[in-house]
T-cell receptor
Framework: AQRVTQPEKLLSVFKGAPVELKCNYSYSGSPELFWYVQYSRQRLQLLLRHISRESIKGFTADLNKGETSFHLKKPFAQEEDSAMYYCALSGSSNSGYALNFGKGTSLLVTP | KAGVTQTPRYLIKTRGQQVTLSCSPISGHRSVSWYQQTPGQGLQFLFEYFSETQRNKGNFPGRFSGRQFSNSRSEMNVSTLELGDSALYLC??????????????FGEGSRLTVL
C-alpha cells in the first residue's frame, strides 16, 4: 500500500529563516512525487515535481529513496510563502493508479 | 483558458438523500479526477475518468459513483447520504491520465453539508 506522511500540521518560521517541510512516503515501486500548494483563497496547484529537478519560487525538493523522503526546502522564507503545502505520490494500487496526497502542512511565515 | 468549474459551490442535503455534483474541465483536458477533502482525512482520491471510462478508483463505497460525458464534463453522484459525507469535493482535470501528466488543475470545490 502506498502512503504519504506529512508529520507537521503547522510550521511557523520567521521571514528570512530557512524552511523545510517534511514528507515521507511508503511505496514498493518507483515513486513519482510532487508538491502542491494552496495559497489563501486560491485553488490547489502544482508547485514542483521530483522528475523535473527544478526550483520553483526558491523551493527545491530532493527525492531520497534510502530515507523514503521528499522534503521541500527553501533557504530564505518569505511572507508570501504562507500557504498549505501537500506532498503527493503517484503510484499503483489495487484499484489502479492514483495521485495520493498527504494531509498537508500549513506554513506560516511571520515578519 | 477558463479554469476547472464546479457546480454547485455549496449545497445542503439531509441524510438519505442523493446528490449530483458537476465538473467542467479545462478545455482540451480529457481526464477528470475527483477527491473528497475533510479536516480529518485530508484529500482522498475517489475516481478518475478518461475518455468517458473510469480508469482508476479509490477506496470508497459503491454509493459514490461518477460518469464522464463525450465533452469531458464529469458528474459524481452520492446516494443515500450519510453525515460523514459532509466534505469539500474537489474536481481536477489534466490533459492525459493523471499518472502520466502528474499535474492536476483543481476546481474550487463543491462544499456538501449533510444534516
Amino acid at each position: 500500500a502506498q502512503r504519504v506522511t506529512q508529520p507537521e500540521k503547522l510550521l511557523s518560521v520567521f521571514k528570512g529563516a530557512p524552511v523545510e517541510l517534511k514528507c515521507n512516503y511508503s511505496y514498493s515501486g518507483s515513486p513519482e512525487l510532487f508538491w502542491y500548494v494552496q495559497y489563501s483563497r486560491q485553488r490547489l496547484q502544482l508547485l514542483l515535481r521530483h522528475i523535473s529537478r527544478e526550483s520553483i519560487k526558491g523551493f527545491t525538493a530532493d527525492l531520497n529513496k534510502g530515507e523514503t523522503s521528499f522534503h521541500l526546502k527553501k533557504p530564505f522564507a518569505q511572507e508570501e510563502d504562507s500557504a498549505m503545502y501537500y506532498c503527493a505520490l503517484s503510484g499503483s494500487s489495487n484499484s489502479g493508479y492514483a495521485l495520493n496526497f498527504g494531509k498537508g502542512t500549513s506554513l506560516l511565515v511571520t515578519p | 483558458k477558463a479554469g476547472v468549474t464546479q457546480t454547485p459551490r455549496y449545497l445542503i442535503k439531509t441524510r438519505g438523500q442523493q446528490v449530483t455534483l458537476s465538473c467542467s474541465p479545462i478545455s482540451g483536458h480529457r481526464s477528470v479526477s475527483w477527491y473528497q477533502q475533510t479536516p480529518g482525512q485530508g484529500l482522498q482520491f475517489l475516481f478518475e475518468y478518461f475518455s468517458e471510462t473510469q480508469r482508476n478508483k479509490g477506496n470508497f463505497p459503491g454509493r459514490f459513483s461518477g460518469r464522464q460525458f463525450s465533452n469531458s464534463r464529469s458528474e459524481m453522484n452520492v446516494s443515500t447520504l450519510e453525515l460523514g459525507d459532509s466534505a469539500l469535493y474537489l474536481c481536477a482535470s489534466s490533459w492525459g491520465l493523471a499518472r502520466n501528466t502528474g499535474e492536476l488543475f483543481f476546481g474550487e470545490g463543491s462544499r456538501l453539508t449533510v444534516l
